[in-house]
């Protein structure tokens, strides 16, 4: 199975690497949209679907915290999962996103494979 | 925590950042040194939390050229100026945002975002810890300030 997958980072140089990331991984992709930030991530969310979101904290107009908020406010796309992709790995950090609703959580630097397998993780992909 | 305990955070995170995503591997060569002739970009990263401070990073234009190549998948002549510096800025915010992952803080840092600069000079604050690799293209430097001591995490 191929999966749709939506990249935020206002790093266009970042949002390259992540989906050449998922190709060298081996992850399928049959899709892969980009935002440059949370609130154009949540405008292709409402008229795109999407299995799953690698999204950036620091962005300008909406940043990471935020997105998730508004996605936990939202029932249509609550189901979604997010996996936030930073460089913070602070453990304060990861427990606030954790706690606002994001499902995965990649500190950079990261292994093409590490991606993958928290990918597979997050949308209980089955490896057999 | 000491310089050198500093440097050694350093140099960890820019191995670690270096390898894992930029796909090159530093050169073991003692105390590296930028060609002198070649141009530089530099890349300064800001950040604010307790405490706050800087990150600096300095590398030839041949070295950023490769590793912007590397890092995108592309060829090097396919690059524009733009790209590189953006991959330049990149480097300096990932390996930032590691070195302060490996440090203690009642808070959370926040990274402003990367920029560069156009004089070379301002590569290093008065103070900073400086950590320098040997790469097949040239000699990459990064330089570490902070307004008051830091200390590593404990593992």
């Keep these: 199975m191929a999966y749709r997958i939506l990249i935020v980072d206002d790093s266009p140089a970042m949002r390259t690497f992540v989906r050449r990331i998922l190709d060298l991984s081996g992850f399928e992709v049959s899709n892969c949209l980009q935002a440059c930030n949370g609130l154009e991530a949540l405008e292709i969310l409402q008229r795109e679907p999407i299995d799953a979101v690698l999204t950036d904290i620091n962005m300008p107009v909406m940043d990471g915290e935020e997105f998730l908020r508004q996605i936990q406010n939202d029932e249509r796309l609550r189901a979604v999962p997010i996996i936030v992709v930073s460089t913070d790995g602070t453990y304060n950090r990861i427990e606030r996103l954790l706690a606002l609703g994001a499902r995965g959580y990649v500190i950079k630097p990261f292994r093409p494979e590490t991606l993958r397998l928290e990918l597979e993780r997050t949308l209980e992909v089955r490896c057999d | ?155």
């Design chain 2, 1 to 155: 925590m000491t310089d050198d305990g500093i440097e050694r955070v350093l140099a960890k995170s820019t191995g670690e950042v270096l390898e894992q995503m930029f796909f090159v591997r530093a050169l073991n060569e003692p105390n590296p040194s930028p060609p002198a002739t070649e141009s530089q970009l530099v890349a300064e990263v800001s950040f604010e939390g307790q405490p706050s401070g800087r990150l600096g990073l300095r590398v030839n234009a041949a070295a950023a050229r490769s590793i912007a190549a590397d890092f995108l998948g592309e060829d090097e002549c396919s690059l524009s100026e733009g790209q590189v510096g953006e991959v330049i800025c990149e480097l300096a915010n990932i390996i930032c945002g590691s070195v302060l992952s490996s440090v203690e803080s009642e808070t959370t840092f926040r990274l402003k975002s990367p920029r560069l600069l156009s004089m070379p000079e301002e590569f290093a604050a008065e103070g900073a810890v400086v950590h320098s690799v040997t790469l097949d293209r040239g000699v990459l430097g990064v330089a570490f300030s902070a307004e008051k001591p830091i200390c590593p995490l404990a593992v």
